[in-house]
């Protein structure tokens, strides 16, 4: 048994005249990882934003633990437990790898100290000491997409939003990225909300699979559910294949 630690219900946004969200509803049940997917321009990244506050919805709400986050703003989601990676990786390239990460600690920990000590954790865990006094700026692809996913941690997230961090990444790094989620999630409990083109990852990692199209949710089950799905082949895995 397992209950909702996320509730998104009937969510939705508009831009101009395009719904780019639209009534979507889906919960995240605590200690799980659930997969957001569907094609370019489905919305995935909008609902990420709603629910990280990045913008208000039009319509519908986003609870954590039945606590309210509509309205609040990113830092305030943040102090409540969600952390965040972004699609286009931003570390502060001028800042060492370490410092990133005791950016995202410093949000919870007033102890420049014991952040470092908790950000040197952290890469330890990523398998990324040897960089922490590197420039972020000086970092190959998959290793800027492992200091996202720490920074994120590093703010001490209930709930993990991780938006495409697989993508541009060769299968044997997705291979140890996954590994990487795999041991978060089943180790430290951490339920992890990802957006993922990777369908290799989607498989292998997700409990539960929500899909998008047109901003609206149109398949939701698990992943050999809904790769069987006509309407899911249709909109997206056939589209992916051709
Ligand atoms: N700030 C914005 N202003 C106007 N339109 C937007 C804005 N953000 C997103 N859109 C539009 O909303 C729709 C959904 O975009 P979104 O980025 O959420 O899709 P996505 O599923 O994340 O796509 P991708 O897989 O390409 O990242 C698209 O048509 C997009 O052009």
Excluded: W
Aim: one cysteine or more.
């Amino acid at each position: 048994m397992s209950t909702a630690l996320l509730t998104v219900e009937s969510l939705s946004k508009r831009f101009r005249g395009l719904k780019a969200v639209s009534n979507l509803s889906f919960t995240v049940p605590e200690g799980r990882i659930l997969a957001l997917i569907g094609p370019n321009g489905a919305g995935k990244t909008t609902s990420f934003n709603l629910i990280a506050g990045v913008f208000p919805p039009d319509e519908g709400s986003v609870t954590l633990k039945g606590t309210r986050l509509t309205g609040l703003k990113p830092n305030q989601v943040c102090a409540a437990g969600i952390g965040r990676t972004f699609q286009i990786v931003k570390p502060f390239g001028h800042l060492t790898v370490e410092e990133n990460v005791m950016v995202g600690a410093l949000a919870r920990e007033r102890s420049v100290e014991v952040a470092r000590r908790q950000a040197r954790a952290l890469l330890e865990r990523l398998e990324m000491a040897d960089a922490a006094q590197r420039p972020a700026r000086s970092l190959t692809l998959p290793d800027r997409k492992r200091l996202e996913v720490a920074r994120a941690l590093a703010t001490r997230p209930t709930l993990l939003l991780l938006d495409e961090v697989l993508a541009g990444l060769r299968p044997t790094e997705v291979d140890r990225m996954v590994a990487v989620l795999r041991d978060l999630n089943r180790r430290e409990g951490i339920t992890i909300l990802m957006i993922e083109h990777v369908m290799r990852a989607v498989m292998a990692l997700s409990d539960h699979v929500v899909v998008l199209d047109h901003g609206e949710k149109i398949a939701d089950g698990t992943p050999p559910e809904v790769v069987s799905d006509p309407r899911v082949i249709e909109s997206y895995l056939g589209a992916e294949e051709a």
